[in-house]
């Protein structure tokens, strides 16, 4: 499992336990705002995503780096980050950011 660990926050690979706080964050009109495409309100799309995220992130040739962001001081899962691998150049991969 991929970890990054800042004073403040920590940026894991997704676990199974990340669908209940995931399906808070993304069916929240609130927080998905600026983001309504992404908004949805079923938990069965949103395992799905998820479903996606953990297989990814058990494969040699990942292209999809889908991660969890949890405050360090309360354990809270409070967004998300992810890169996809768009395609490559003579300079190495070429990635889409999301947050």
Do not use: C, W
């Amino acid at each position: 499992m991929l970890k990054i660990s800042t004073d403040r926050l920590i940026i894991r690979d997704h676990i199974e336990e990340d669908l209940y706080p995931m399906h808070e964050l993304l069916s929240s009109r609130k927080e998905m705002y600026y983001l309504p495409e992404l908004r949805t309100t079923s938990i069965e799309v949103i395992n799905q995503n998820l479903q996606v995220a953990i297989n990814e992130s058990k494969t040699n040739k990942r292209s999809k780096f889908f991660f969890a962001i949890i405050d360090k001081n309360t354990g809270d899962y409070i967004g998300e980050i992810g890169f996809i691998r768009k395609s490559k150049s003579i300079f190495g991969d070429i990635m889409e950011l999301g947050y």
